[in-house]
């Protein structure tokens, strides 16, 4: 059983910044990646970005390349998200979620990958 726990959203201006963090704990594998997911009210959940665990290799969804850095801190088992430069439509819950036994050939981008779900955390942006 893995738990995670998201936290660092809250209400911004538009323009703004913030970092969200995922802390994992339990029973966890050296071959794992984390990820980040949105999900806007009425919408699917929608890949933000990935890392993967042994090597530090990093992916993004089209959407936010260029605002959003994912990043990760072995030692305390947590993956950051800084956002900048935040837009209204930016809105959302955000989720992370580990793939505890990640293999090259799976696509970190698509939600079935993963096995364990952060509450998420809310970011609302206002213009």
């Known amino acids: 059983q893995v738990q995670l726990v998201e936290s660092g959203g809250g209400l911004v201006q538009a323009g703004g910044s913030l970092r969200l963090s995922c802390a994992a704990s339990g029973r966890m594998f050296s071959n794992y990646a984390m990820g980040w997911f949105r999900q806007a009210p009425g919408k699917e959940r929608d890949f933000v970005a990935a890392i993967t665990w042994s090597s530090g290799s990093t992916t993004y969804g089209d959407s936010v390349k260029g605002r959003f850095t994912i990043s990760a801190d072995k030692a305390k088992n947590t993956v950051y998200l800084q956002i900048n430069n935040l837009k209204p439509e930016d809105t959302a819950v955000y989720y992370c979620?580990?793939?505890?036994?990640?293999?090259?050939?799976?696509?970190?981008?698509?939600?079935?990958?993963?096995?364990?779900w952060g509450q998420g955390t809310q970011v609302t942006v206002s213009s």
């Open positions: 979620a580990v793939n505890l036994n990640y293999r090259p050939y799976e696509s970190l981008a698509a939600r079935d990958e993963y096995d364990y």
